[in-house]
């Protein structure tokens, strides 16, 4: 009875280990291949397709704020800008946009306020449920950076979406 009881400790003791210390590790070990520049290691910790989905939710978010303001993409057809929107995430969400947003906290680091260019970005893990973490990043200055999404995918995690930071 006590091997059974103990056995139980242990396997239970695992699990606590792989629940409040995998996300971390994810986390760091996809900070550490952004950082290399190691577009293999990046690609396997990436769900490119829900990725490309998130960042098409994004934007037709963006659009439709902009054509409820009568901007720029209120004059044109909304088949026009999701076909064109499509297209340009298709091509530009990969590992090397999806490291660069790890390692300095913006896809496109030339679209960053000045202040933020030169600024290290850390990154934090919060929980959102046993299925899902976010990373969480935030610049030197404590300006809030992009949350990176994750799924736990077998007993690792898979990047599956980003949120960017209000503008």
């Given at each position: 009875m006590r091997k059974l009881i103990l056995a139980f400790a242990v396997v239970l003791a695992l699990f606590a280990a792989w629940y409040f210390a995998s996300p971390w590790?994810?986390?760091?070990?996809?900070?550490?291949?952004?950082r290399a520049g190691d577009v293999a290691a990046l690609e396997g910790k990436v769900d490119f397709p829900a990725v490309r989905q998130s960042a098409r939710e994004q934007l037709g978010a963006l659009v439709g704020q902009q054509q409820e303001r009568g901007g720029l993409f209120g004059m044109v057809p909304d088949a026009i800008?999701?076909?064109?929107?499509?297209?340009?995430?298709?091509?530009?969400?990969?590992?090397?946009?999806?490291?660069?947003?790890?390692?300095?906290?913006?896809?496109?680091?030339?679209?960053?306020?000045?202040?933020?260019?030169?600024?290290?970005?850390?990154?934090?893990?919060?929980?959102?449920?046993?299925?899902h973490f976010r990373g969480v990043g935030t610049f030197e200055d404590g300006t809030p950076g992009p949350q990176l999404l994750f799924r736990r995918d077998g007993a690792g995690w898979l990047v599956t979406g980003f949120e960017l930071p209000p503008a």
């Amino acid at each position: 009875m006590r091997k059974l009881i103990l056995a139980f400790a242990v396997v239970l003791a695992l699990f606590a280990a792989w629940y409040f210390a995998s996300p971390w590790y994810a986390m760091n070990s996809l900070a550490d291949a952004a950082r290399a520049g190691d577009v293999a290691a990046l690609e396997g910790k990436v769900d490119f397709p829900a990725v490309r989905q998130s960042a098409r939710e994004q934007l037709g978010a963006l659009v439709g704020q902009q054509q409820e303001r009568g901007g720029l993409f209120g004059m044109v057809p909304d088949a026009i800008v999701e076909r064109a929107g499509r297209e340009v995430i298709d091509r530009a969400v990969n590992a090397d946009s999806l490291g660069t947003l790890v390692a300095t906290g913006a896809m496109a680091a030339p679209f960053l306020p000045e202040r933020l260019r030169t600024q290290a970005i850390d990154w934090d893990v919060e929980r959102d449920d046993f299925e899902h973490f976010r990373g969480v990043g935030t610049f030197e200055d404590g300006t809030p950076g992009p949350q990176l999404l994750f799924r736990r995918d077998g007993a690792g995690w898979l990047v599956t979406g980003f949120e960017l930071p209000p503008a």
